[in-house]
Nanobody, 114 residues
Framework: HVQLVESGGGLVEPGGSLRLSCAAT????????MGWFRQAPGREREAVAT???????TYADSVKGRFTISRDNAKNTVYLQLNSLRSEDTARYYC?????????WGQGTQVTVS
């Protein structure tokens, strides 16, 4: 069983930055594909960024060049650096871990850009 705990959210002005962290209680984070997702009120959850076990990353078009996903397997932690934040980035951000056929989700951390 994998438990994920997100932190680092908060209130930030447009143009500001935040770094989200996702701490995983798992034997070896390195075998999991990890991702950050977000959900704004009244909208569906959407993928923001993913990072494969070997480090390959993908990003939503809306965050390319502004957000960076990274992982530290030794610390069982995944990060999402959010730069040049915009009001439309306001959402609850969720960390997820994937290893076929299972998916695990954290409770999320709120990011508000205003």
């Amino acid at each position: 069983h994998v438990q994920l705990v997100e932190s680092g959210g908060g209130l930030v002005e447009p143009g500001g930055s935040l770094r989200l962290s996702c701490a995983a209680t798992v034997y070896s984070l390195g075998i999991y594909c990890m991702g950050w997702f977000r959900q704004a009120p009244g909208r569906e959850r959407e993928a923001v960024a993913t990072i494969e076990a070997y480090g390959t990353t993908t990003y939503a078009d809306s965050v390319k060049g502004r957000f960076t996903i990274s992982r530290d397997n030794a610390k069982n932690t995944v990060y999402l650096q959010l730069n040049s934040l915009r009001s439309e980035d306001t959402a609850r951000y969720y960390c997820a871990a994937f290893i076929h056929p299972s998916a695990y989700w954290g409770q999320g951390t709120q990011v508000t850009v205003s």
